[in-house]
């Protein structure tokens, strides 16, 4: 990876909201140490950085959709390795405030409450692909956190199937839990292959993993994906 320019860390924490949070795990361990000193916005970068070792989703002159970009590192990653010829967009309801290249746009806001149609606009066509590490904020009771992060992944489908472009591929962040496979199942219908990764820079205690799908199905809208359809 090529270092981003340095800038002054979010006051935020190294990994957005997760990492507020900080009973029960060392705060400042080794990523956090190594995404500081590359002068990357968060720990989180090292997640997308195997997830793309692994599976090599990204690539140069393409268009990328983060959600839930802040404080910022995946999108710095994203736009090193679209570079110039490519498009970032990012959303997230708290400030970005990394320094970042000009084919990277963040738009503050609610996932639940954007229009794909102006995310697709203000990148000036479908995207590529559809990054998403939505995180809820954790009550610590384990069915609700996952509730709510399964919503933020269903809230992260329905603007793939209308921003996404056919050959795309979607990546979300999940809580793991009774609903993933499930998930999985209706995933399959919108994707070629779908696959779970769990990063090593992972926290120890996290529920976290990545469902990865690849071979994005713009034919398979939201009708085709429900969760009815999945369990015929
Ligand atoms: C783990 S952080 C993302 C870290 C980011 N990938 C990075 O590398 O810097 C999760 C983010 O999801 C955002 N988020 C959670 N719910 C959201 C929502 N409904 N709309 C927009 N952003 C949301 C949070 O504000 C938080 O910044």
């Known amino acids: 990876m090529n270092r981003p320019r340095r800038h002054n860390r979010s006051r ?9 949070k900080s009973g029960g ?3 400042h361990d080794g990523f956090f140490r190594r ?31 983060d959600l839930g970009c802040a404080p910022g590192s995946w999108l710095q990653l994203a736009a ?12 997230d309801v708290d400030p970005v405030e990394v320094p970042l290249p000009p084919w990277v746009t963040v738009l503050r806001g609610d996932v639940a409450a954007i229009e794909p149609g102006q995310l697709v606009a203000a990148a000036g066509g479908r995207f590529d692909g559809l990054l998403s590490d ?5 009550s610590g009771v384990r ?5 709510r992060s399964l919503a933020l992944v269903e809230r992260a ?12 591929f979607f990546v979300a ?11 999985i199942a209706r995933l399959r219908l919108a994707a070629r292959e779908v696959r779970t990764l769990r990063p090593r820079a992972t926290r120890s205690h996290s529920k976290e993993i990545y469902l990865v799908a690849t071979g994005w199905r713009t034919s398979a809208g939201m009708a085709q994906i429900d969760c009815r359809s999945a369990q015929k």
Do not use: M, N
């Open 157 to 168: 489908l329905e603007i793939a199937a209308a921003a996404v472009a056919d050959g795309g």
């Open 25 to 27: 795990y060392r705060r």
């Open 12 to 20: 935020r924490g190294s990994e957005g909201r997760d990492e507020k």
């Open 80 to 91: 090193q390795i679209v570079g110039r010829g490519g498009r970032v967009i990012g959303v």
């Open 134 to 138: 939505l995180a809820p904020h954790t």
């Open 35 to 65: 995404a500081r000193d590359q002068g990357f916005a968060a720990r989180s970068v090292f997640k997308l950085e195997e997830i793309q070792q692994r599976v090599e989703l990204l690539r140069q002159g393409q268009r990328l959709l």
């Open 143 to 147: 069915h609700a956190d996952q509730a």
């Open 173 to 183: 962040k999940i809580f793991d839990g009774g609903d993933v496979p499930a998930l």
